[in-house]
């Protein structure tokens, strides 16, 4: 899908310590619709202010599936993503969602690694997501 194809609906925000280094951090939240308006994913975006992506990456987890009256979590995954400066070129990489506290969330039925992602739909969802949060969510300045 493309950018286009979502709409992202900004919720929340906050500041806090980076739990690897102890820098200030910030944080931002919120849901991610179809143009029909049907919700698809909800997602959570880490970074540093003032630190360019080489020195500290942003991150993104994010929980895809079906939202709304009669869904559940066994319908509802987490992909988390990384994205950093190599080599002087962005990129974002699939990165286990286990590891992140976004597995433990009541929401997600389960928590997906590179190898369950890249290759499968959900692969495009999820890139399709972050570029639209990168694009739309004008809370997104890295």
């Known amino acids: 899908m493309t950018v286009e194809t979502y709409e992202v609906e900004p919720l929340g ?14 944080a931002i939240w919120g849901v991610v619709h179809l143009a029909s308006a049907e ?8 970074w540093i202010p003032g630190k ?5 990456a942003a991150h993104m987890d994010m929980i895809v599936g079906a939202w709304g009256v009669g869904t559940g979590a066994d319908e509802r995954v987490a992909v988390s993503l990384r994205y ?14 286990a590891s992140r506290k976004i597995a433990k969330n009541p929401l997600v039925g389960a928590a997906l690694g590179p190898d369950d992602v890249m290759g499968s ?4 969802t999820a890139f399709g ?3 639209a949060v990168l694009t739309k969510d004008a809370r997104f300045a890295v």
């Open 13 to 26: 925000e906050t500041m806090g310590a980076c739990e690897c280094c102890g820098v200030a951090r910030r």
């Open 39 to 46: 919700t698809v994913a909800s997602y959570f975006v880490t």
């Open 52 to 56: 360019a992506l080489a020195e500290h």
């Open 84 to 97: 950093g400066e190599e080599a002087g070129a962005r990129r974002v990489q699939v990165i286990d969602a």
């Open 121 to 124: 739909p959900v692969a495009n």
């Open 129 to 131: 997501i972050f570029d």
